[in-house]
């Protein structure tokens, strides 16, 4: 439900942004906002979890989601928008590794990548819903009342979380407030510790930050890439999102079976190499039938990225640093470096053409590929050297 709250009011938000009179800039910066208070969020939400449990966090955000689109609905100004981004970006923030951790805490091991893949593929049901509703209601009843129908949406999360979420966490470390004082303290030096100490976890945050930034730049710019690039009302526009988030619905449960059955590690690094393509082909649909085409292998590639990202972070998991540590470790550092990715593609967007983002971003997103390749030599190699280490003492047990 609250899946579908959010996509009814960010479906669109930059073309709603562009009604108010923003340039694209100021969208991309609104963006930024938007990205940074989710990013700056995630440190200290997934210690949280891991202390407090899931409930409490899944709660906290799903209201200040309610209440942020509430607010969003009530004012036009640029300031008023920037503090309600503000609090959707917070609230998701809270909310996203708690969900996730709650969802390893139930399914673990040979099957995780599968139980990610349902996850997703329920978010992003409630996502095509959402996105496909939010043209046709911002076109005839206007954009604040869809914001409000969001707000009662993200308040009945709220209210569901509160009587039926069980909590999954076994043991809580402590009070509330010495858990708020613990994991803002060791929000940085805990997330670097814990980059130092495993080298392959550091290897995949890189190939994330590079894919993130690619990521944000074309982001805010593929509703309105449909909207003045391929010249579509609004209406259309939502169809293009939610062929987009159908594309990645129908490829969910192919891509959870494909991660368990080949491992995380090579179905990201697909990702990441198709990614690349499918930005670049979106960029040169022409008409509603060639956008709806190019969307919807953009939304297939997509969907190979969670069921991998998230399997490969919860196998680094440790007593040191739990599920929902590494998840909201990962996501922030990846999100913080996405912050200014807006404000490129929206200079790239008013300085070059409508194209420029996506073509720009495609190069940056290519260099992704890199470190997984790393991180897949080095367990080739450990495999190797553990099979050779294996036959020597075979043979040694099988000598005279």
């Not at 402590?174 to 290897?203: D, H, I, K, P, Q």
């Not at 680094?316 to 913080?336: C, F, H, N, R, V």
Request: aromatic share 10%; glycine share 12%; with cysteine.
């Amino acid at each position: 439900m609250v899946y579908l709250a959010n996509s009814l009011w960010l479906s669109l938000f930059p073309n709603y942004l562009l009604r108010l009179g923003m340039s694209s800039l100021l969208i991309g910066a609104a963006l930024m906002v938007y990205n940074g208070s989710l990013s700056l969020t995630f440190l200290p939400s997934g210690r949280l979890s891991d202390r407090l449990g899931r409930r409490p966090l899944i709660l906290a955000g799903s209201s200040l989601l309610a209440l942020s689109t509430l607010w969003l609905s009530l004012g036009s100004q640029t300031e008023t928008t920037f503090l309600a981004v503000i609090g959707q970006g917070i609230g998701l923030g809270l909310l996203i590794p708690s969900g996730n951790a709650l969802i390893s805490d139930v399914v673990s091991g040979q099957g995780s990548g599968f139980a990610f893949a349902v996850y997703q593929i329920a978010t992003l049901s409630a996502a095509v819903i959402g996105s496909f509703a939010a043209g046709t209601l911002a076109q005839n009843v206007g954009f604040p009342r869809t914001f409000v129908l969001s707000a009662v949406l993200a308040a009945g999360t709220a209210l569901l979380a509160y009587l039926v979420v069980p909590e999954t966490l076994k043991h809580r470390a402590g009070t509330y407030a010495s858990a708020v004082r613990e994991s803002f303290r060791s929000s940085v030096s805990g997330t670097m510790g814990m980059l130092r100490s495993n080298r392959e976890l550091a290897l995949l945050t890189g190939g994330l930050v590079i894919h993130a930034i690619g990521f944000s730049m074309i982001n805010p710019f593929i509703p309105l890439f449909a909207e003045k690039g391929i010249r579509l009302d609004m209406a259309q526009v939502g169809i293009i999102i939610s062929f987009w988030n159908a594309g990645i619905a129908v490829a969910q449960i192919p891509s959870g079976h494909l991660t368990d059955r080949f491992g995380a590690r090579p179905l990201l690094l697909a990702h990441f190499a198709l990614s690349s393509l499918s930005w670049s082909i979106y960029s040169w649909s022409w008409n509603l039938e060639s956008g709806i085409a190019t969307i919807f292998f953009f939304g297939i590639v997509g969907a190979l990225d969670m069921p991998a990202r998230r399997t490969m972070m919860i196998e680094y998991a440790t007593e040191q640093a739990g599920k929902a540590t590494i998840i909201g470790s990962l996501d922030a550092i990846t999100g913080i470096v996405g912050i200014v990715g807006p404000l490129f593609g929206g200079l790239a967007w008013a300085q070059v053409g409508y194209l420029a983002p996506f073509q720009f971003a495609s190069i940056i997103n290519a260099f992704a590929c890199i470190p997984l390749i790393a991180i897949v030599r080095r367990r080739v190699l450990h495999q190797r050297a553990w099979s050779e280490r294996g036959s020597t003492l075979e043979s040694g047990r099988s000598g005279p």
